[in-house]
């Protein structure tokens, strides 16, 4: 077992994918030593931010823990809000921006 303090993996940075805006990220499974399986992040777009669309190599999960945000899969967009959750196959082309005024804030988690 690996117990992850989040202030100890909290960082500011631009998004990936085109880093579009800022977003506060806590890169939570970086600090568990290989070998894992999965990848589990926090990640806080500030207004007006984007995870750029770009091709994924397998199934991720953008859940929603407050703010709103319009996420897209291959073309086809849809509006996040708390609670929500978008499943995103392997092989689509995704990404999610913030929208509003509050920031977005959400879960991140994918296999490795």
Known sequence: MVVVR???VRREEP???GAIGM???WRISDAVPPPRAMEFRRR?????AAIGA???AHDEVYY??????EVVSDGVTAVLEPGM??????????????VGTEPLDLIVSYPN
Do not use: C, F, M, N
């Open 64 to 69: 929603v823990l407050s703010g709103r945000g």
């Open 23 to 25: 977003s506060t990220a």
């Open 6 to 8: 989040g202030e100890d």
């Open 54 to 56: 770009h091709p994924i």
């Open 85 to 98: 959750a978008a499943y995103l196959w392997k092989g689509a082309v995704v990404g999610i921006r913030q």
């Open 15 to 17: 998004p990936p994918h």
């Open 44 to 48: 806080v777009l500030h207004p007006g």
